[in-house]
Nanobody, 116 residues
Framework: QVQLVESGGGLVQPGGSLRLSCAGS????????MNWYRQAPGKERELVAR????????NYSEVVKGRFTISRDNAKNTVYLQMNSLKPEDTAVYYC?????????WGQGTQVAVSS
């Protein structure tokens, strides 16, 4: 069973930090690039960050660049998203996604709410 499970979301004040985790199972984790997407209420899904198999290529959305850091630990089959200096507009459900055998594998998502 190919599966991704996100965790680490929650409610945080503006300027605060959260660290999201996404654990993969049922596939060879180290072979695949990993992606973080988010979807806010009433808005389209947007790519937040992506990271290649061995972390040699990393890309960020312009709106999170300098504040968020994506990383991975292949030995733990886990990808992380460190989020600093959070803003209310970062409020969304965050998903990790891997393309495995020509289909996208989604986690269940983890809710991030930034509010005072």
């Amino acid at each position: 069973q190919v599966q991704l499970v996100e965790s680490g979301g929650g409610l945080v004040q503006p300027g605060g930090s959260l660290r999201l985790s996404c654990a993969g199972s049922g596939f060879t984790f180290s072979v695949y690039a990993m992606n973080w997407y988010r979807q806010a209420p009433g808005k389209e899904r947007e790519l937040v960050a992506r990271i290649s198999s061995f972390s040699d290529t990393i890309n960020y959305s312009e709106v999170v660049k300098g504040r968020f850091t994506i990383s991975r630990d292949n030995a733990k089959n886990t990808v992380y998203l460190q989020m600093n200096s959070l803003k209310p507009e970062d409020t969304a459900v965050y998903y990790c996604i891997a393309r495995v055998r020509q289909r996208d594998i989604w986690g269940q998502g983890t809710q991030v709410a930034v509010s005072s």
